[in-house]
């Protein structure tokens, strides 16, 4: 039997295009809003399921990508055991961001590259060019601003 865990998503924008693709993702996954009061995509509502297998944050973001890549949408699968969660999320027009999270959807950062990358840590330490969070700056801003559309 497979890990699992919970997987949750957030739709802030959508053209009227993505949005059969974007129901086929949820309906997939088996989520469904955290109210259980709406049908159909609400933008700015939580859409959870408890229980899908370990992966499914992955294969979500690679079809909403790829079939509605017009849909500013963040997404996690919750950390299984001692394995770290899956955090996505995507802003058309500015890019896409993807790493590891806790089970409440927030990336993970290591302290060592966050110290190392704006020191000019070359290969070797951790790995990281120098503007590594500098170029990520603008996208997290965007998405701080999409996040207070969420519902409660």
């Known amino acids: 039997m497979s890990d699992r865990s919970a997987l949750q998503l957030y739709v802030y924008a959508m053209p009227a295009k993505d949005r059969t693709a974007v129901q086929l993702g949820i309906d997939d996954n088996c ?5 259980g009061s709406s049908s159909g995509i609400v933008p700015g509502m939580r859409y959870r399921t408890e229980q899908v297998p370990v992966g499914s944050a992955h294969d ?3 079809h909403l990508l790829t ?5 500013a949408f963040e997404l996690w699968q919750d950390p299984v055991f001692e394995h770290p969660g899956h955090y996505v999320a995507h802003l058309p027009g500015i890019g896409s961001y ?13 302290l060592t590259e966050v110290l190392d990358a704006p020191s000019g840590a070359r290969e070797g330490t951790s790995g990281l060019r120098e503007d590594h969070f500098t ?3 603008p996208f997290f801003a965007s998405l701080r601003r999409v996040q207070r559309a969420r519902r409660p």
């Open 98 to 110: 993807e790493g590891v999270c806790d089970s409440y959807g927030v990336p993970l950062v290591k």
């Open 31 to 35: 989520l469904e809003p955290y109210d």
């Open 60 to 62: 979500l973001a690679v």
């Open 67 to 71: 079939n509605a890549p017009g849909t």
């Open 135 to 137: 170029r990520h700056a």
